[in-house]
């Protein structure tokens, strides 16, 4: 049996909630209490500032999403790449991420990141993260310079990921926007 998270760990989570439903703004002490099921001076006893608070909360998403993508470009290496092979694990990371708020809130923290150069630096480590992953996969395809094309190809996916989100339909079309890139990048 699973141990509950700790009083920290449901604040984090609650915050990532919040900003999913309703953004930063809607970020209040009283509000993470009541999400997190945990008193008032419990937030402030864990979190001294609210700055501090979206950073852990950043930090967190970073940590947990760079173990998932660390897991799929070690798979990758290991497990050899074809197109097929491309293409399911990149709807499984863009295609099959629910748009829930848990999923919502890291591009809220990843815009907030450009009003508040404290948060970049998680904002970086979650990039270079999906940049590897991407790395992998294109250099299983054979696709020449593949680093360098990594951050082209996560800025298309990320972009079809918030035209998803802005328009309420999925984003079917992200994996084959995804292998056409590469397609192309193979030819060139």
Avoid at 5 to 18: E, F, N, W, Y
Avoid at 103 to 109: G, Q, V
Avoid at 134 to 156: C, H, K, N, Q, Y
Wanted: include cysteine; aromatic fraction near 6%.
């Amino acid at each position: 049996m699973a141990k509950p998270p700790g009083t920290r760990q449901r604040i984090i989570d609650a915050v990532l909630r919040i900003i999913g439903e309703d953004g930063i703004a809607a970020v209040t002490n009283r509000r993470i209490a009541k999400e997190a099921e945990v008193s008032l001076g419990s937030v402030t006893y864990h979190f001294a500032t609210q700055h501090e608070m979206l950073r852990e909360s950043l930090l967190h998403f970073v940590a947990e999403e760079t173990r998932r993508l660390t897991e799929l470009a070690a798979q990758c290496q290991t497990e050899g790449m074809d197109e097929d092979r491309a293409a399911a694990t990149v709807g499984q990371v863009a295609g099959g991420t629910p748009f829930d708020s848990r999923h919502i809130a890291p591009f809220e923290l990843y815009i907030q990141a450009g009003r508040d150069e404290r948060l970049r630096t998680a904002a970086e480590q979650s990039f270079a993260a999906y940049d590897q992953l991407v790395t992998r996969i294109f250099t299983g395809l054979g696709v020449p310079d593949a680093e360098r094309m990594a951050s082209s190809a996560v800025a298309l996916v990320f972009g079809l990921q918030l035209r998803s989100l802005a328009t309420g339909r999925p984003a079917e079309e992200l994996v084959d926007a995804l292998m056409l890139l590469a397609r192309g990048a193979q030819h060139s």
